[in-house]
């Protein structure tokens, strides 16, 4: 499966934006996926996860109650929903699919997309 991130840009603290993975090839809906983040000089870090029928999610800390993860697998595309930005949400966000049971780590997914830079001003 190919992976394509979009929907990144400058926005305010407070301020809201949607994120969009989509994703090419057949068979999306048997992949669950991961949306992570990468501030410069800093690992990888995951932010939210959504099985493959979109029946289970999960959210860093960090962003419980402001994101929302969902997917529509008739379009092979998933959302990362973003509320309440603060300035420390910036960073490189990346979507990456994978089969495996876990997914709290970027080891575990073997499709990423290119990744879509979220710039918060304070």
């Known amino acids: 499966v190919q992976l394509q991130a979009s929907g990144g840009g400058l926005v305010q603290a407070g301020g809201s934006l949607r994120l969009s993975c989509a994703a090419s090839?057949?068979?999306?809906?048997?992949?669950?996926v991961g949306w992570f983040r990468q501030a410069p000089g800093q690992s990888r870090y995951f932010v939210a996860y959504?099985?493959?029928?979109?029946?289970?999610?999960d959210y860093a800390d960090s962003v419980k109650g402001r994101f929302t993860v969902s997917r529509d697998n008739a379009k092979k595309t998933a959302y990362l929903q973003m509320s309440s930005l603060k300035p420390e949400d910036t960073a490189v966000y990346f979507c990456?699919?994978?089969?495996?049971?876990?997914?709290?780590?970027?080891?575990?997914?073997?499709?990423w997309g290119q990744g879509t830079q979220v710039t918060v001003s304070s």
């Open positions: 959504i099985s493959s029928s979109g029946g289970t999610t």
């Open positions: 090839g057949r068979a999306f809906s048997s992949y669950s």
């Open positions: 990456a699919a994978q089969t495996n049971v876990h997914y709290s780590s970027a080891d575990y997914y073997g499709y």
